[in-house]
């Protein structure tokens, strides 16, 4: 879906896709402004004719426009990756500080598309934690996430979902569950890569705690731990009659596209998230039938398949989360059998918990559960058992 323009009464693009005030349109030509947002980098890689865009050139206009309006930046929950960029990052509660070194490139996924990933790395990483966002997002929207952990020495790495960010696809499609597990598992290949030797920590939020989860289930070895944040288990508070829909096109027309009533207030209390989710232009708000058809399916098959669980899990949930009830992130945990799991539920959290305003209590917590499950801790309890 393209973007519609600047609209010169209300100063908006009326796309509500866009998202971007028209203090950048005074200054960009309309054309090129058609051309940086709403259809995905592959479907506007390369003009009739064969000649490249700043897309298919590696001149990424959408990132240019971003940095421009100012809306480009390691706050409020963005994440800025520019190419081998060198920062300053201070660990939580004023401690050192760390240069931190930024990536991002393309991967190939299944089928060889080639999906968009970012890295945050520290000079010396003791773990890395790959991050797998939910609908509708993309992987920059864990600022705070890599705010908090590449100060206490992880390697963060986090991709676009296929349908999502920078990543080509249909908005909010994708033909086969099969096709996220294969990415991730591709993804993951390329972490272990690029750290040898390193600790893997696996955390997914909402759809990408049910992809990180099912994930788990089928590939089980090499991963330190699993953290799963709401993940998409319990009733999903979407109307009935979308669900009879996409059940009804999950065949005839998987690729049928509704607007998901998603508001950011719905997944934060904070009201400078909220604002950064409005004038983010890389989320959206699309789900086909398809997709919803394929995460009822996997969350399902999770479900049934959860005493057959043999990573350390953690879940955490907000108890007032109006998207995904909480209380199948409690029936999961009652069903795994494997000693090491664990379900911290905040009261009065939101769907979001990074995001949240108590978000730096989830994050202790988060960071604590991590640090009891690196091998010098695990060998140290151990020991301690021994004698």
């Known amino acids: 879906m393209r973007c ?13 896709h866009c998202g971007i005030w028209s203090r950048t349109a005074n200054w960009i030509p309309r054309r090129r402004w ?37 809306i480009d930046g390691l706050h409020e929950g963005r994440a800025r990756c520019d190419r081998a960029t060198v920062r300053r990052a201070r660990a939580p509660g004023g401690g050192r500080t760390v240069n931190v070194v930024a990536d991002e490139g393309t991967f190939p996924g299944r089928g060889g598309l080639p999906l968009h990933y970012r890295s945050w790395r520290p000079p010396r990483p003791r773990a890395a934690l790959v991050i797998v966002h939910g609908l509708a997002e993309h992987s920059g929207r864990y600022g705070n996430v890599v705010n908090y952990f590449v100060p206490l020495g992880y390697a963060l790495y986090a991709f676009d979902l296929r349908g999502h960010g920078r990543s080509p696809g249909p908005r909010g499609y994708v033909d086969s569950w099969r096709d996220y597990r294969e990415d991730l598992a591709a993804f993951l290949a390329r972490v272990t890569d690029r750290e040898p030797g390193l600790p893997r920590f696996l955390l997914g939020h909402s759809m990408g705690g049910v992809i990180a989860l099912d994930y788990a289930l089928v590939h089980p070895d090499g991963l330190r731990g699993v953290i799963a944040s709401a993940p998409a288990l319990g009733r999903i508070a979407l109307p009935r009659a979308l669900w009879v829909l996409a059940y009804a096109l999950n065949r005839l027309r998987p690729r049928f596209s509704v607007r998901l009533p998603l508001r950011p207030g719905d997944v934060t209390r904070d009201v400078r998230m909220m604002r950064s989710i409005e ?49 199948g992130s409690r029936r999961f945990t009652r069903r795994v059998l494997f000693p090491d799991r664990e379900l911290l539920e905040y009261p009065g959290g939101y769907h979001e918990l990074f995001n949240d305003t108590i978000r730096e209590r989830v994050l202790g917590d988060v960071a604590r559960w991590m640090e009891r499950h690196l091998p010098a801790a695990s060998a140290a309890r151990r020991a301690e058992v021994d004698a």
């Open 279 to 327: 004038a983010d232009p890389l989320t959206h708000d699309r789900g086909t039938a398809r997709l919803a058809v394929e995460l009822r399916h996997a969350a399902q098959r999770v479900e049934a398949h959860a005493r057959e669980w043999r990573v350390p899990l953690l879940i955490v949930h907000g108890g007032a989360d109006r998207l995904v009830s909480p209380e």
């Open 34 to 70: 058609r051309r940086s947002r709403c259809d995905s980098p592959a479907d506007s890689a390369r003009r009739p004719g064969g000649e490249a865009t700043p897309a298919a050139s590696g001149r990424s206009l959408e990132r240019w426009v971003r940095r421009r309006a100012g």
């Open 4 to 16: 519609c323009g600047i609209s010169k009464r209300s100063g908006r693009c009326c796309s509500r």
